[in-house]
């Protein structure tokens, strides 16, 4: 049973366009919403993350949009450079104990010069 | 401040076979994770560990073992090798009490064949 459920599976965006991608969690007891950024080779780094308190935050270029409602959240990635091409996960945490996050399967991202 | 290490980067065993992967956490971090990760899918959880005690533990076999030490480094070892096996395994440390973080490796691609 997937508990995050991330989409699209794969994304290509122009320079200078806006990359969304969107996941879907159903345990309400997750209470903590990372990001991930992992290019091949090398482990996923932490991009941006978010608590259900908040409906949106954002870094840079990075936004994360948070609807609790709907138990959604997103990643906006506004005015895409290439160098932004690789694979995004997200995750979700349940609150209490030790951290382990459940990801998403993954979206890879290719932002076209 | 040193990342997080692992070794060896790749790694080809032959089913039946036993493998030991080896990780070396971030200066100041003394809890260690590990997740294995499938060609296009998101890391899974495998277990933590946290002064040298499991901490946790996803839904892996019992042939899938680790041990922590007292500087914090730690060891995967999975024992009778399956063609499931392959993918990239990831250490991830954290300071645990401290951050909801966690700092990941470039992993170790382990291929059975």
């Known amino acids: 049973q997937q508990q995050v459920k991330q989409s699209p599976q794969s994304l290509i965006v122009q320079k200078g366009g806006i990359s969304i991608i969107n996941c879907a969690y159903e345990n309400t007891a997750f209470d903590y919403f990372p990001w991930y950024q992992q290019f091949p080779g090398k482990g996923p780094a932490l991009l941006i993350a978010i608590r259900p308190d908040v409906s949106e935050k954002k870094e840079g270029r990075f936004t994360i949009s948070f609807n609790k409602s709907a138990k959604q959240f997103s990643l906006h990635i506004m005015d895409s450079q290439p160098g932004d091409s690789a694979t995004y996960f997200c995750a979700a945490r349940i609150g209490g104990g030790s951290y382990i996050p459940t990801f998403g399967r993954g979206t890879s991202l290719i932002v076209h010069p | ?113």
Not at chain 2, 21 to 45: I, K
Not at chain 2, 52 to 58: F, I, L
Not at chain 2, 62 to 71: A, K
Request: neutral net charge; proline residues 5%.
């Open chain 2, 1 to 113: 401040e040193t990342g997080v290490t692992q070794s060896p980067t790749h790694l080809i065993k032959t089913r039946g076979q036993q493998v030991t992967l080896r990780c070396s956490s971030q200066s100041g971090h003394n809890t260690v994770s590990w997740y294995q990760q499938a060609l296009g899918q998101g890391p899974q959880f495998i277990f933590q560990y946290y002064r040298e005690e499991e901490n946790g533990r996803g839904n892996f076999p019992p042939r899938f073992s680790g041990l922590q030490f007292p500087n914090y480094s730690s060891e995967l070892n999975v024992n009778a090798l399956e063609l499931d096996d392959s993918a990239l395994y990831l250490c991830a440390s954290s300071r645990q009490g401290f951050s909801y973080e966690q700092y990941f490796g470039p992993g170790t691609r382990l291929t059975v064949t």
